[in-house]
């Protein structure tokens, strides 16, 4: 029996719908298995903006590094597009990174079987079934090399830099071995050897961790073949591990492929000690936010993420995997996981509301 601290940011958009789900299933967590999770909120992204005047208040910081965890619903929208770049909700996300110094993103990527059909490679390769993560560097790379504009000899130009140190390939290399080891023993890198400089240190920092790892197999993929075999047998991977610009976009396409991005959970880590970050992969989804439209599954496997990972409640953590397998099995979905082909008497459709319902009873 635990009592623990956790840091709550709805933020944006359906952010606060999902984030309102995932709360109902961890109290039933606590209701089960004893504990206690006192949640207090914060602000951060567009919310944050318009309540202070910046996206990420400093005392939003405090309470985030006071707390064993963070859970994030999502940042962004429409309305707060025309601001500067330093100013605009996302630099919350890039923030909040860096203050907590969270330098690895972890992103399972599973198709459940009950959604095969959603799955929108060949149905031969879906019935093979994926199940891989990627591992993606979250405070290096082009997110935050020097940027700017400037006068080029074709007239005004804009530039972003890649930049990686030795230490950074290294401890992001580090995380993905372990975990690789802790399951298929199959690594593949992910890279751009062949033409960039900050990829072939890249290569070669991995190669040399890989002696401390001789137990798991390692494989390169320039990041353009990554994608294109992501879609011809993503059934062969097991954990992908990729710089933060080439991560982000992979880690989408993972997404994808696997039904929906609102079935994608995702955990931000760093050193022991640091309290994690918890968010699902999908955007605000303004269009979607006040209509108990969007999917709250991504995160409240996020949630569940966050139990195993900064918590140590393994058996919690797999308590909310099955109560969303249960639910997948009994036919409820929601709107993005509906499939075409299915008739009303196969499949259920609920709302955001009523699908965290229907996960928390099935704990």
């Given amino acids: 029996m635990g009592k623990f601290k956790i840091a709550v940011i709805p933020g944006d958009g359906i952010g606060p719908e999902v984030t309102n789900g995932a709360r109902k299933v961890l109290d039933r967590v606590g209701e089960a298995y004893g504990h206690t999770f006192a949640c207090e909120e914060w602000l951060a992204g567009g919310i944050a903006i318009d309540a202070t005047g910046e996206p990420l208040p400093p005392a939003t910081v405090a309470g985030c590094r006071n707390s064993q965890a963070v859970l994030l619903g999502a940042v962004g929208g429409p309305q707060w597009d025309r601001l500067p770049g330093d100013r605009r909700p996302e630099r919350a996300l890039l923030g909040l990174r ?55 000899s074709l007239g005004p130009e804009a530039y972003d830099t890649e930049r990686y140190s030795v230490m950074e390939v290294e401890r992001i290399a580090r995380t993905a071995f372990s975990l690789a080891r802790s399951r298929k023993r199959r690594l593949t890198s992910v890279d751009k050897a062949n033409v960039l400089e900050s990829s072939r240190l890249w290569r070669e920092v991995v190669i040399r961790v890989a002696a401390e790892y001789p137990d798991v197999a390692l494989e390169h993929l320039y990041v353009d073949n990554a994608s294109m075999q992501l879609i011809r047998r993503p059934d062969t991977f097991d954990v992908l591990v990729a710089g933060n610009l080439f991560g982000d976009i992979l880690s989408d396409e993972a997404a994808m492929i696997t039904g ?104």
Avoid: W
Avoid at 107 to 135: E, K, T, W
Avoid at 267 to 281: C, D, I, Q, R
């Fill in 98 to 152: 860096s203050a907590l110094g969270l330098f690895a993103n972890i992103r399972p990527a599973v198709l459940y079987p009950p959604l095969a059909s959603a799955c929108p490679l060949h149905p031969l390769i879906a019935a093979r079934g994926i199940d891989l993560v990627f591992v993606r560097e979250l405070t290096g790379g082009i997110y935050f090399g020097a940027s700017g504009r400037r006068d080029g």
């Fill in 260 to 363: 929906s991005i609102g079935m994608l959970p995702s955990a931000s880590t760093g050193a022991p000690g640091t309290p994690g970050m918890y968010e699902p992969v999908h955007g605000s989804a303004p269009d979607l936010a006040g209509k108990d439209a969007a999917n709250p599954l991504a995160m409240i496997l996020s949630t569940a993420m966050m139990l195993r990972l900064s918590l140590q409640l393994d058996r919690e953590a797999a308590a909310i995997d099955e109560a969303v397998s249960k639910v997948l099995l009994a036919g409820y979905r929601t709107s993005d996981i509906m499939d075409p082909q299915a008739g009303e008497h196969d499949l259920k459709r609920v709302g955001t509301q009523e699908m965290s319902d229907l996960v928390a009873a099935a704990i």
